[in-house]
Each structure stands twice: as structure tokens, then as C-alpha cells.
Nanobody, 115 residues
């Protein structure tokens, strides 16, 4: 059973940075799109960023140039560099892989932005 494992979350002060990573525990064939979502308490899950297999990216409106998504296809890993973090960025961040046969979701990593 292939699993996605996120890492890199934690507590950071406003204005700080974090780099999230998501790696697959096994081989997933033809991952066309990799996404990062987030879900804050009491709110719906929302898309933070997406990257296709040819490197095209898309970001949620709230990102405002602060986040950068990247992927390493050889390692089947996706990253999210988050800069200028705000308290409103506090949420559980999930990765999602949209593969040829099915989607995969990670268990999430907590990001807390607080002084």
C-alpha cells in the first residue's frame, strides 16, 4: 500500500518560512499533478498550490507570491516553500498526488504561525 508522508511542518513566527515535503513510500506510476491543500479549523479544505508533470504551476489566491511549489519526479516528491508566513496560514497541510489510476492523499502536517 503506497502512502504519502508529509514533513516539515511546525511552529514558526509571523514572517518566517517553512519548507514542506511530501514523499511516496512506494512507486506511483504516472503522477500527473501534485497538489498541496490546507485546512484550518472550522474551514473547508482549500488548494494552496499545484504542479503538473511538465512543471506548470497554479496557486490559490491567498498565496500572493509567498509560496513556491516544486517537484522532483525522480524521487516522486513534491515540496512547498512557504515564506512570509502569516497567522492565517495556520492549518494542516496535505499533499495529494493525482495519478493515472487514482488519487493519493497524505495524512497532513500541522503548520502553526504564531508569536
Amino acid at each position: 500500500q503506497v502512502q504519502l508522508v508529509e514533513s516539515g511542518g511546525g511552529l514558526v513566527q509571523p514572517g518566517g518560512s517553512l519548507r514542506l515535503a511530501c514523499a511516496a513510500s512506494g512507486t506511483i506510476i504516472s503522477v500527473r499533478v501534485m497538489d498541496w491543500y490546507r485546512q484550518a479549523p472550522g474551514k473547508q479544505r482549500e488548494l494552496a498550490a499545484s504542479i503538473t508533470d511538465d512543471g506548470s504551476t497554479n496557486y490559490g489566491d491567498f498565496v500572493e507570491g509567498r509560496f513556491t511549489i516544486s517537484r522532483d519526479n525522480a524521487k516522486n516528491t513534491v515540496y512547498l516553500q512557504m515564506n512570509s508566513l502569516k497567522p492565517d496560514d495556520t492549518a494542516v497541510y496535505y499533499c495529494r498526488y493525482r495519478a493515472l489510476l487514482r488519487d493519493y492523499w497524505g495524512q497532513g502536517t500541522q503548520v502553526t504561525v504564531s508569536s
